[in-house]
C-alpha cells in the first residue's frame, strides 16, 4: 500500500488555507506597529497565562541558550531572557520585531540577538548561533515545508525541541467558518493542524512527547468601532456592506468589561517536544 506523504498533506491543506485568505498569509496581519504592540497586549491578558505556562514548560536553566523561533514581540523571548544566559529570536515582521527591540531596550536586556528573517530563509550556520540547549516555535510553524522546518529546529538544538500549534477548530476559524460565505461568497479552508506535523515527526522517526490542553485568549478593545476595524483587515473586509456584516456579528459576540469591550477567543492547543536522540545524558 502507498504511504501516505505528510509533508504535501501539510502544503496542500496551507496552499488551500492561503487560498482562501487571498494568498495573504496569517503572519502578514501583525506586520504593523499597532498590530504588534496589541498581539503584545494580548498575551498579557489573563495575568500572561500563556507565558506562565511555556516558561513552566521549557527545562530553563541559568547557563541556557535558547532559540525562539517566530518570537513575535517578545512577549516570550523577554520573559526567558532574564532567566537564561542567551535568547535568539527570530521573527520576519518588521512591526513584531521593531516592538521586540522597543521592550527589550525598557527592559535593558542584553542578552537577546534578533533575526528578522522568516524561518523558512534563515540559515542555521550564517544567521544564527549554535547549537542552542532548547529550540522552540510556540504557534509560529506557518512554513511552506513543515518537514524542512522541522529538520532546521533539529539543527540547531543540541537537545530539546518544542513545537507547540493547534489541534482542531479555533474560534478564529469558526468566525471565519460563519463568515467567509457573507463576506466574501466562499468556504474558509482552515490551516494544517497539529494531526499532520506528528505524522511528518513520526515519519521522520521522530517520536515526540504530547500534551494537548485547552485556552482562552481576549481580544479587548476600546469600543465596538475598533474591534471592526481590527478584524476587518484580517477578514479583508472592503465594502460598507461587508463592514456591517461584520460589525453585527461581532456585536452578537463581544461584551462589555468596565469600559472595554472583549472579543473572547479560545482554541485546544498541542505541546510536542523531544530530546535528540544524540544529545548528552
Not at 76 to 91: C, F, K, N, S
Not at 211 to 236: K, M, Q, T, Y
Request: a negative charge.
Amino acid at each position: 500500500m502507498e504511504s501516505i506523504d505528510w509533508n504535501d498533506v501539510w502544503k496542500d491543506q496551507r496552499k488551500r488555507h492561503n487560498e482562501a485568505n487571498r494568498n495573504s498569509p496569517d503572519a502578514s496581519f501583525w506586520d504593523t506597529k499597532d498590530a504588534a504592540r496589541r498581539f503584545y497586549r494580548m498575551a498579557q491578558e489573563n495575568k500572561g497565562e500563556r507565558i506562565q505556562k511555556t516558561l513552566k514548560d521549557l527545562p530553563l536553566t541559568p547557563s541556557s541558550r535558547v532559540l525562539d523561533v517566530g518570537s513575535g514581540p517578545g512577549a516570550l523571548a523577554i520573559p526567558i531572557a532574564r532567566q537564561v544566559d542567551h535568547v535568539t529570536a527570530v521573527e520576519p515582521s518588521e512591526g513584531m520585531c521593531s516592538v521586540l527591540e522597543e521592550m527589550n531596550g525598557e527592559e535593558e536586556i542584553g542578552n537577546i540577538d534578533v533575526v528578522q528573517k522568516r524561518w523558512e530563509d534563515t540559515s542555521v550556520a550564517e544567521d544564527l548561533s549554535p547549537p542552542y540547549d532548547i529550540v522552540f516555535a510556540s504557534y509560529s510553524l506557518d512554513v511552506p515545508d513543515i518537514r524542512d522546518a522541522i529538520r532546521k529546529l533539529e539543527e540547531a538544538s543540541s537537545r530539546y525541541v518544542y513545537i507547540y500549534w493547534f489541534a482542531g477548530e479555533t474560534s478564529w476559524d469558526a468566525m471565519s467558518r460563519e463568515l467567509w460565505p457573507l463576506l466574501h461568497g466562499s468556504s474558509f479552508i482552515p490551516s494544517p493542524k497539529c494531526d499532520i506535523i506528528y505524522n511528518v515527526l513520526y515519519s521522520m522517526a521522530i517520536y515526540p512527547n504530547i500534551e494537548v490542553f485547552p485556552f482562552r485568549h481576549i481580544n479587548r478593545f476600546a469600543d465596538l468601532a475598533e474591534a471592526v476595524n481590527h478584524f476587518g483587515s484580517r477578514c479583508f473586509v472592503e465594502t460598507d456592506e461587508q463592514r456591517e456584516i461584520l460589525r453585527q456579528y461581532l456585536s452578537s459576540h463581544a461584551r462589555t468589561d468596565g469600559d472595554t469591550v472583549i472579543v473572547p477567543g479560545h482554541s485546544t492547543r498541542v505541546k510536542m517536544w523531544w530530546e535528540r536522540a544524540d544529545s548528552p545524558i
